[in-house]
């Protein structure tokens, strides 16, 4: 029974694990944690993607880069 679960957990982790969103708002988290800068994701608050990313900076996470930003607009930064 225990194997059982353990397999229905793997497979789940692998086919369940990235959403649709949050390969924008863990990066958006660790730039917001290393820049400042919260107008790279200001889609909603920034509470949530620092609480997200804050593992990731503990492990050394690299904060992706913002430059090339400036000219675009602030609600389509996040994508």
């Known amino acids: 029974m225990i194997a059982v679960h353990v397999a229905l957990l ?3 982790a692998v086919s369940n694990s990235v959403t ?3 390969f924008v708002h863990l990066p958006a988290g660790i730039a917001n944690w290393k ?5 790279i ?3 909603s608050p920034p509470l949530v993607r ?6 990731a900076m503990l ?4 904060s992706p880069s913002i430059t090339g930003l400036e000219g675009v607009r602030v609600d389509a930064k996040h994508w």
């Not at 620092?50 to 593992?55: E, G, S, V, Y």
């Not at 492990?59 to 690299?62: D, I, P, R, S, V």
């Open 20 to 22: 649709f969103d949050e």
């Open 59 to 62: 492990l050394g996470a690299e």
């Open 50 to 55: 620092l609480w997200a990313a804050w593992p």
């Open 35 to 39: 820049t400042g800068d919260f107008s």
């Open 10 to 12: 793997g497979w789940g």
């Open 41 to 43: 994701c200001c889609v």
